[in-house]
């Protein structure tokens, strides 16, 4: 009895199947609160504290030039005309005769302060050629003159600086990687010569390159517009995480598609500059180009990444002993992925830093250490090569997978402008309906290698080709050569 009367109890303070449902329904909607509040803090109510607080280490930029402008046709005067004297008096005091007078051409732009002691970044652009540069403060600040202190075009970034007895306030930057897409932040700067303004918006994407080889800009949808250039994007914690430097717009006005260059790249640039007054970037000295899918199957690899060395000049890689055919898969540590990757990789490691690459070579993964030089100075030296003129034809010819080729010999060699030693058969034809057409091999084309090995005779060719089908492979890697600037082209070898 007692014990019937104990299960009795506990069946009673037993929750039923609908009390079970209704404890899940509230504590589900407290998860959701909890997430809703959670959300709600991380978006901000207003930005106003944040523009307060770094508004004061915003400069608005205008620049003044010198432009030269015609006067015009000049009036002609008899000589011993009594008027001569009148117009000679004129034309001396209007601009000294036919002397063409000048006027100045303004411009604006936007920086922010980086140093206590007044150095500003800015876009290269918004002072390119200007003869003077005023910096404007925000609030009752004034106005200050600015020297250049030095410029890189390829990030599109200057560094100024101006002299004051007063510490100024100054921003300081942030680590532009740990930004993610939808991140908000706040772009400052001179619209349009409105003055200080400011916009928000989100990070809508990240590593976008619009044309230099150095491009890691943050595209954003708060509002850019001409004069906000060199303007400061912040975060929410007041750090610089870009420099406002473009916008994509039909019209030239805001539609939501900004970009500002990465805080990660203008670092190392503005030290740099601040130290050296120019960019001393590495320079490694090969030329590359991307892995891609036929090229890999070619070379028999089991993906695209890397970067494929098709020519080395003289320079540091051809010293260490990095050759054309190389794929190169890390350097100094970081794995590659693309050209892009290693092209960035090596102009932000430092000038006489001795590296280690790491290459494939005939199916074998070797290790060789560099020791960089100077991108800038190779760049000065580097003279462009005169344009390859049309291929003749003529001796030892034939067709193969819709390629013409001729054996070299010293006319050819005279017609397309090539050193007295060159090698290779020389593309005379193309039939446009083959793959060697659609692979953009075109008459005038030098053919050096096929396979990686070097081609001298038509029968070399003819051997790769077989060679390649024999081993169940459908495409022959070829190093072709235009106008001397090498590049690898898969060709398929199908009957």
Do not use: C
């Not at 206590?116 to 106005?143: C, K, L, M, P, S």
């Not at 717009?249 to 790249?265: E, K, R, T």
């Amino acid at each position: 009895m007692k014990i019937a009367g104990k299960a009795q109890a506990i069946a009673k303070t037993r929750p039923t199947p609908r009390q079970i449902a209704t404890l899940f329904a509230v504590v589900a909607t407290f998860v959701f609160m909890l997430g809703a509040m959670a959300q709600a803090q991380s978006r901000p109510g207003s930005f106003a504290d944040l523009a307060e607080r770094v508004s004061p280490s915003v400069v608005n930029i205008t620049t003044a030039t010198v432009v030269s402008q015609d006067t015009g046709p000049q009036p002609m005067v008899p000589e011993g005309s009594p008027f001569e004297d009148f117009f000679r008096d004129f034309l001396e005091r209007d601009g000294e005769g036919n002397q063409p007078r000048t006027r100045r051409s303004s411009a604006l732009g936007s920086g922010f302060v980086i140093s206590e002691d007044g150095y500003i970044v800015t876009n290269n652009h918004v002072i390119e050629g200007a003869d003077e540069i005023q910096v404007e403060f925000f609030g009752d600040r004034g106005e200050l003159d600015a020297t250049v202190v030095g410029t890189d075009p390829n990030t599109d970034i200057a560094l100024l600086k101006v002299e004051t007895d007063e510490p100024l306030p100054f921003v300081v930057f942030g680590d532009s990687e740990a930004i993610r897409v939808g991140d908000w932040v706040m772009a400052m700067g001179n619209p349009l010569g409105q003055g200080f303004s400011i916009s928000a918006g989100i990070i809508s994407a990240r590593g976008r390159e619009l044309q230099g080889s150095y491009d890691d800009f943050l595209q954003t949808d708060a509002a850019i517009n001409r004069g906000n250039s060199g303007g400061p994007l912040f975060n929410l914690q007041g750090q610089v995480v870009g420099v406002n430097t473009a916008i994509l717009s039909p019209n030239g006005g805001s539609i939501g598609i900004g970009f500002a260059m990465a805080s990660n790249v203008v670092t190392k640039v503005v030290d740099q500059l601040k130290e050296f007054g120019e960019t001393r970037r590495g320079w490694l000295g090969v030329r590359i180009q991307d892995v891609t899918e036929d090229v890999a199957e070619a070379m028999e690899l089991d993906n695209t990444r890397g970067a494929l060395v098709t020519d080395v000049p003289d320079g540091p890689a051809k010293d260490a002993g990095i050759e054309g055919g190389d794929l190169i898969l890390s350097f100094a540590g970081q794995e590659v992925a693309d050209t892009r990757e290693l092209v960035r990789i090596v102009g932000d490691s430092g000038v006489g830093d001795t590296v280690r690459v790491v290459i494939l070579r005939d199916g074998q993964t070797q290790t060789i250490k560099v020791t960089l030089g100077r991108r800038e100075d190779a760049l000065a030296a580097d003279e462009s090569e005169e344009e390859t003129p049309e291929a003749a034809p003529e001796p030892t010819e034939s067709t193969i997978l819709g390629l013409t080729l001729s054996e070299m010999t010293d006319e050819l060699r005279g017609e397309l402008g090539l050193d007295a030693g060159a090698e290779g058969l020389v593309v005379t034809e193309v039939d446009a309906a083959s793959a060697a057409a659609e692979k953009g091999i075109m008459p005038g084309d030098v053919i050096t290698e096929a396979g990686q090995e070097r081609l001298t005779t038509i029968a070399d060719f003819e051997t790769r080709i077989e060679a390649t089908r024999d081993g169940g492979r459908q495409s022959l890697l070829l190093l072709v050569r235009r106008g001397g600037d090498p590049r690898f082209v898969a060709l398929p070898v199908e009957e």
